[in-house]
């Protein structure tokens, strides 16, 4: 029987079209991370294409997956449990991993456990480079802001694998507005990391763009301010001059991190929070990233540059959660396309876990 408590957890992400394999040791050493990106592959679409990043989930997967074990200088013989994104993500790219995930686990040996996405990126705080001086942890009670490009929501998290949903987005999450916006104004994609680096020559008071603070809801609200620079910009082309891409980008920009950084503030407050934890992949943002470390009151977690966005180790961090309970999945575990947080239901029998 391994030591749960210093257990190590090969994961495996493809969510979406990073391929990605991880190793954690007792949910927070990272012993070894490697992702295959396809960034590029999908920046001539303007967006994901869920066939081509199904093949390449394929072609990538195995190599990966050595790589990973080699960087790790360990066998699958030294590996406690596979863990795998279970959901919310692309039906043929989640497939991918799961399938290899339970070949590993049938042909090892080694229990599974199915892992929610949005739960291994709120897991991704925990994590640092094994052999560096490990950060604090995250005390709890957590306000959680969950921001990437197809989710913006609040948690209040009371204690590990335990949710109070307070408020999502009603339309367009903080990603996908940036990832529209930046078409708008020409900037390529992902647009994320091309609005910061446009905004970083722009002013960021040059244009009053409006704020949705939805008064009475912890919910989030992001086709406004993305409806007001479309009219900006149609104006501006009417006048026949250059469009200043610069300046739109970073008031966009101010618009969006000023409605995040306020709401979580006030819902840290009013429920009782110790600290704030921010994660997915637009707490990458510099201007996210910097506001929330310089005015906030409450001590704040955001994830290292290399995993806020899709990553593997997150969802080890996360495995390790689980299966130091017990929650192990069965071989006959499908993939959740569309897998709220709010919804993680864990129905599978906690149960002694196999000897390697």
Known sequence: MPDVEQARVLALETSCDETAAAIVENGRALLSSVVASQMELHARYGGVYPEVAS?????????????????????????????????????????VGMNMAKGIATGANKPLIGVNHLEGHLYSAWVYTAGEQPPPEPRFPLMALLVSGGHTELNLMTDHLTYQPLGSTLDDAAGEAFDKVARLLGLPYPGGPSIQQAAEMGGRARFKFPRSWLDDTWNFSFSGVKTAVLYEVNDLKKKNGPLPVADLAASFQEAVVDVLFKKTLKASREFGAKEILVAGGVSANSALRKIFRSQSEFPVHIPPLSL???????????????????????????VLPTWPLSQIKYSSPVRTCPSP
């Open 308 to 334: 806020c966005t899709d990553n593997a180790a997150m969802i080890a961090a996360a495995g390790y959660q689980r299966f130091v309970l017990g929650h192990v999945s069965e071989l006959d575990l499908d």
């Open 55 to 95: 093949r390449q989930h394929v072609l990538s997967i195995t190599p990966v997956v050595e790589q990973a074990l080699s960087q790790a200088q360990l066998t699958l013989k030294d590996i406690d449990a596979l863990a795998v994104t279970q959901g919310p993500g692309l039906a043929g790219s989640l497939v």
